[in-house]
């Protein structure tokens, strides 16, 4: 199998070391590819190009519509070219193939989105006390940024990124997770066809702790961009301390879908599913917390239960699949660690909670959905995010109970609430404390609105105007309209040049 290189500089290259990586197919754990891995010496040259691209390059001095035309082009060889790749993503990721086409829908939009913001005025004019100044700003790009993705939604992810970082004239690192590169290599081969300058975008294939690690520690870079684990965001945030590099996080969840008695029950029993298991539960904003209303206990967990077992699990590419793959044996294992967990915690099992180890799953990464119910807010099961298809119910008697517990959570990225009552349901999500809320919805998001979240959720936001400030620097401008001496020294009262 030939080693897929990385794009560095403007050039496709292997790493310096040798170092290659075998990727797998999360269905079936058979290799589909072999790239080339980074060590610190790759990102270090990786950092050297972005720094003379970002200093002396054309790229940050483009005007803003060139480099809107170079992101325009980008989304239209994506959109060509959607379906072969929603399929390598779905073979990467173990994603079902609808959800894999979404996601390429989605990223083409972003790129379009911030090629067109960029173009929109940015700066601003106004009158200071003094009638001789007149005051502008103006916004310029941050520099070189380093942008870190995880693995659950790698092509999105790369657009989320690379889409407002490039508009504002930032070259920019991408370094993917090392177990889903594919879909960012095909990215680059566009974003090479495209035409953008040496250096100004460059593909850093690797693993965090080696590649990663190099980018958040290099006093050369000037932001990162990460989005992953809690754990590893703090690793960023002390790396970045260094050379104090502007950092946006975004990091975990552990969010409340919150059911009210007065909801429309068959609406907010599907969501309440949609919410943890699309994606097999692999997503930040996962509705991983069921709170429900006591009342509708006896009657919607039996039927939630006996649709969540129904779901068909399988490989992604198989037309009725439904839920796929988790992305590793060793994220498999440690969501099935925390089922046993949660058994041990004695809270009571619903459904699932299982590896799914039959014949066509056999060879795969599979978890059947699974739900808890009799926990307790102080179970590890509900406190920490296993980022896998699995919810924990917890119950309530009063609104505010409900918000008390959709609060009680060390995260702060998103929430759903169901109700017919508009007032209450207004009410409740705006005391959410919570980035991304939802009235009778969960997951839509869109690329004009911020995503991001509150407490330990992360920092800063991605997505519309929000996700684009995030890239660049705020300069003001004052200028003299008389310029004459400030008349502060004396001893420069009667001084002449001559
Ligand atoms: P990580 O946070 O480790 O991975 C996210 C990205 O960060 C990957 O590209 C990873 O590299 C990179 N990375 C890892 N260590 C470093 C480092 N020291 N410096 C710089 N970059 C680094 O997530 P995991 O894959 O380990 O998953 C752990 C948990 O994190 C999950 O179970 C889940 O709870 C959470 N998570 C949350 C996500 C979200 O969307 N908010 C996404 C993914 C995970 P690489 O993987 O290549 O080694």
Not at 216 to 229: E, N
């Amino acid at each position: 199998m030939k080693t897929l290189p990385m794009f560095l500089g403007g050039e496709w290259v292997q790493a310096v070391e040798g170092g290659t990586r075998a990727i797998l197919n999360p269905a079936n754990n058979e290799p589909i590819a072999q790239v080339a891995e980074a060590s610190v010496a790759d990102a270090e040259i990786a950092i050297r190009h972005a720094r003379k691209a970002f200093d002396s390059g054309p790229w940050p001095k483009m005007r803003a519509q060139e480099r809107a035309a170079h992101l325009s082009r980008l989304a239209d060889l994506i959109d060509a070219n959607a379906d072969a790749l929603a399929t390598l993503e779905t073979r990467n990721n173990g994603k079902p193939l609808r959800e894999a086409k979404f996601d390429v829908g989605d990223a083409a939009n972003c790129f379009r989105y911030y090629a067109g913001l960029v173009t929109k005025p940015l700066g601003q004019t106004f009158e200071t006390p003094d009638a001789n100044m007149q005051t502008m700003v103006v916004r310029e790009p941050i520099g070189v940024c380093g942008q870190i993705i995880p693995w659950n939604y790698p092509l999105l992810m790369a657009a989320w990124k690379l889409a407002p970082g490039l508009a504002a004239g930032n070259c920019c690192i991408l370094k993917p997770a090392e177990a889903t590169p594919l879909t960012a290599m095909r990215l680059f081969e566009w974003i090479a066809e495209a035409g953008f300058p040496p250096g100004s975008a460059q593909l850093l294939t690797g693993a965090g702790a080696t590649a990663g690690q190099a980018l958040a520690d290099s006093p050369l870079v000037d932001k990162i961009a990460f989005t992953g684990g809690t754990a590893t965001g703090r690793k960023i945030i002390a790396a970045a301390s260094g050379n104090i590099k502007k950092v946006t996080l975004e990091l975990g969840g552990k969010s409340p879908c919150i059911i009210f008695a007065d909801a429309d029950l068959d609406v907010a029993l599907e969501f309440a599913m949609f919410a943890i298991f699309a994606g097999q539960g692999e997503v930040c904003s996962a509705g991983s917390r069921l709170i429900l209303d006591r009342k509708l206990a006896a009657n919607f967990l039996p039927q939630l239960a006996a649709a969540s077992r129904k779901i068909v699990v399988g490989d992604g590419l198989l037309p009725d699949t439904e839920m796929g793959p988790l992305i590793t044996r060793a994220h498999m294992e440690r969501v099935l660690s925390y089922i046993e967990i949660g058994k041990a915690e004695g809270a009571q099992l619903l459904c699932g909670g299982n590896r799914l180890s039959d014949p066509p799953h056999a060879e795969g990464n599979f978890v059947a959905p699974t739900i808890f119910a009799e926990t307790r807010p102080d179970m590890r099961i509900v406190r920490e995010e296993i980022f896998g298809p699995v919810q924990c119910v917890q119950l309530f008697d009063t609104e505010d109970e409900a918000v008390n517990l959709a609060n009680d959570t060390d995260y702060g990225l998103a929430g759903g609430v169901f109700t017919r009552d508009g007032a209450k349901g207004l009410r409740v999500l705006k005391r959410l404390r919570a980035g991304i809320t939802w009235l009778n919805s969960y997951h839509p998001t869109f690329n004009e609105a911020p995503w991001g979240g509150y407490k330990q959720s992360g920092w800063g936001r991605e997505l519309g105007t929000w996700g684009l400030d995030e890239y660049l620097e705020t300069k003001q401008i004052n200028i003299s309209l008389a310029p004459q001496r400030p008349d502060w020294f004396r001893s420069a009262a009667n001084a002449r040049v001559v």
